[in-house]
């Protein structure tokens, strides 16, 4: 059964950084497709970043140049680096990994304040 557990989620002012983990229970954890959405009170969810098997990387244009996905197999974990942020990233942010069959952890919670 596959689990993803977000962590490091917080508050933090604008301008400041903090990093997001997903621990992921699955095998073959290096065959998903690993993404970050994110959902803001009363918006849809989005895709905030995705890093694929091969570790090509895409970005939300507003994570552009400040947010950075990464992933470390041998930990089982993608990680979420995001820097200079802005209160307009308040929301909740939720790993999800993808091998046919899409799965969703709990999410975690960011809010920035100005």
């Known amino acids: 059964q596959v689990q993803l557990v977000e962590s490091g989620g917080g508050l933090v002012q604008a301008g400041g950084s903090l990093r997001l983990s997903c621990a992921a229970s699955?095998?073959?954890?290096?065959?998903?497709?690993m993404d970050w959405y994110r959902q803001a009170p009363g918006k849809q969810r989005e895709l905030a970043a995705r890093?694929?098997?091969?570790?090509?990387?895409t970005y939300a244009d507003s994570a552009k140049g400040r947010f950075t996905i990464s992933r470390d197999n041998s930990k089982n974990t993608v990680y979420l680096q995001m820097n200079s942020l802005k209160p307009e990233d308040t929301a909740v942010y939720y790993c999800a990994a993808t091998l046919g069959p899409t799965y969703w952890g709990q999410g975690t919670q960011v809010t920035v304040s100005s």
């Open positions: 890093i694929t098997s091969s570790g090509t990387t």
């Open positions: 699955m095998d073959f954890f290096s065959a998903y497709t």
